[in-house]
């Protein structure tokens, strides 16, 4: 081969990897609009973002995938916690975890909120269904909220109970499995330790969930009805 | 024997305190080990978080290796365009500038102070000083390369993956208020720098010390360093795609990006046969076999690390479960000891003898030096990759919590702390060697 020959390769080689990659980011910008939803791309989601950065959140975290593999991934940790599981590990991560930590973090409420209002954002990503481990849990979530299409089974999800109990194969393992808890413990049982937490039993690390009044008497129905 | 150009000089204190940083990152290493495989208590993370510590990990690892290939570039400018660095005095004012702002930025962390975004964390306004610092050095390789107007392919890389380089940092510094194209724009920086502008870097200091030590003609050299260099280009600038899988980009991703990024071991194959080509087929013989071994080393562990490691988990059908996990960091640790931490040592022991105004020196420490980082951060890197497949294992294939996961991981990190310091012996005696190089025996002896 002769040198002219290798310059060549060189251009050609380049200009036509370039052109590739410069014509698919074009493109790229165009749809990922639509993927990333932009249009509910919202003020509270931006300034969300900037708390995400502030706080130096993704040092620990990764979020689709990317930063530091310390800490799970936040990409749809949305449905996993929903806005209030979310609030509460952050209020008092040290009731959360057990042998590795997460600081507690000054946030105001204002911040939190625009966290949460980012963390729901970026749940709602188009991303070709990663991370495996949550297309996983929400398939089974689906199934198990489908049980009973009623307040007590969205708000087991919204306030973040998938956590750490499990349901029908769906959610976290720090809590006992939920999936026949009605046939164990009575309404007026369930009712008692959703109020406290400690009240069965007094080693329990769970913390009190927030639940008005009424959202106690329907998540209490709810998982009392799961025979 | 002294410098061919007394203003080679100016690359001495770029290589101390880039060595020096290495250090620290190591130390830095082996507290994020110990993070994972111990139990740190509730106060010690409030004050001092996991994130702080790791900030500084990388950033010094990025300073360090910078630092290491600018001193580099003033070592060899002088010999390859046969002129006298253009302003030394311009030199020093930027290591002084870089270095004072990267220390900056370190304590800045520590006190919660960061742009947030991982590897690129330096915050507004010292970003924009990191720009003044590229834009002396380049204006002042730029100008010793345009005043001495000998044009040759080796300088272009050189200059061009400079200039590349420092372009690509541009793309870090706007706000993205949409996550996805954050991150899309982030890569931009991050693998167009290692798998783009770095490897010209890389391609053309090695191909002038295999010039340098085996006087294997430069044309061979520059006519292969246009094939690679082509090759480079074409797998790495369009690869950037398998970083684009599973960020909310177009499925078209998937196609190009595992395509080409599973042809970007093929560049640094046909590097490593090169410089194995050269090294048989040299005219003279080589004086100090020290570079030699760093230089094989080197092309060694750059193919197995970043090429071997790197196509392990490129494709998207494996991707898929390995994104994000500690299988990364297995590939990141030893793609960046082999292709660029052996470069820069490869490099150092070249100059640092020269620079010193010795023809031979002492190897001994050298080699066992050698032996030890190459050994201790190979096996490393066979720790993460168990603790990376035990977690690709239990959280994305069984679907079992990341904390579970996590616990039967511990393991693998406390033996990765123990070879953490382990390593830091071998970068310990690397340093005092490189500082207090004695002259030598004969070479004969030596090898």
Known sequence: ?227 | MPLAYPSQRVAYPYFVVALLLFVLQVIVGIWLALSYALTIPQWLVDLLPFSTTRAVHTNLLVLWLLLGFMGSTYFMAPEETEREIYSPTLAYIQLLLLVGTGVTALAGFVFGWTKGKPLLEIPFPLDYLVVVGALIFLFNVGMTILRARQWTVIQGSLFGGLVFLAVMYLFNLPFYANLSIDWYYWWWVIHLWVEGAWELVAAALTAWILIKITNVPRATVEKWLYVELGLFLFTGIAGTGHHYYWLGAPSYWLWVGGIFSALEPVPILLMLADAWHYLRNRRSEIKGRLVFTYAVGMAILHFVGAGVWGFAHTLPQINYYTHGSQITVAHGHLAFFGAYVLLNLTFFYYAMPKLKGLTLFNERRGNIAFWWLSITMSVMTLAFSVAGVLQTHIERIMGLGYMTAQAQMRLSFAILAVLGVVFLGGVLLTVVDLMTLRPGPSAKEAA
Request: contains cysteine.
């Open chain 1, 1 to 227: 081969m002769s040198t002219k020959t290798a310059r060549w390769i060189f251009y050609i080689g380049t200009l036509i990897s370039l052109a590739l990659f410069l014509v698919l980011t074009v493109d790229t910008h165009r749809q990922i609009q639509t993927l990333t939803h932009a249009d509910r791309l919202s003020e509270q989601v931006v300034a969300g973002k900037r708390v995400w950065q502030k706080y130096n959140c993704n040092d620990c975290h990764t979020i689709l995938g990317f930063g530091s593999y310390y800490a799970p991934d936040m990409t749809k940790v949305y449905w996993r916690r929903g806005s209030e599981g979310i609030k509460a590990v952050i209020r008092s991560p040290e009731t959360f975890t057990t042998w590795r930590k997460m600081p507690r973090l000054p946030l105001t409420d204002k911040e939190l909120e625009n966290l949460v209002a980012f963390l729901q954002w970026t749940s709602e990503i188009d991303n070709q269904g990663w991370p495996p481990q949550d297309q996983k849990l929400r398939a089974g979530a689906g199934q198990a909220v489908a049980l009973g299409v009623s307040p007590g089974a969205a708000l087991y999800q919204a306030k973040g109970c998938f956590a750490c109990h499990r349901l029908y194969e769906a959610g976290g393992g720090a809590g006992p499995d939920l999936t026949h808890v009605g046939s164990r413990l009575s309404y007026e049982t369930i009712e008692r330790i959703l109020t406290d937490p400690r009240s069965g039993n007094p080693e329990a690390t769970m913390p009190t969930p927030p639940l008005s009044h009424e959202e106690r008497y329907q998540v209490g129905h709810f998982l009392a009805g799961l025979k």
